[in-house]
Each structure stands twice: as structure tokens, then as C-alpha cells.
């Protein structure tokens, strides 16, 4: 939610390690962050990042 700093969702994703349990179950793995504005109540970022 946007009242955070910038580029968060996808730092949150890769600090935390939630992909390491698909690592070796599929080919490929993507990391896909959405930052989701409170006030304009809309997406205001979305990153993606191949593992």
C-alpha cells in the first residue's frame, strides 16, 4: 500500500524468500510485486523479476 517507501512489494518478496520453496518444482519463476494506492485506490507500481 502506497503510505510505504517505493518498490516494496518485490524487496518484501525477495527479503522474505517466499519463492525458494518453487525453485525446484518449476523451470521458471517469476517474482511479481503490486504496490496498490490507498487515496487513488488503484495499482501505482507493478515490477516483475525472473528467478
Known amino acids: 500500500v502506497e503510505d510505504q517507501a517505493e518498490n516494496t512489494a518485490l524487496k518484501q ?8 520453496k518453487y525453485l525446484g518444482k518449476y523451470e521458471e519463476v517469476y517474482l511479481i510485486g503490486i504496490e496498490f494506492s490507498k487515496k487513488d485506490r488503484n495499482i501505482v507500481d507493478f515490477q516483475w523479476k525472473a528467478v
Open 13 to 20: 518478496i525477495e527479503e522474505k524468500k517466499y519463492f525458494e
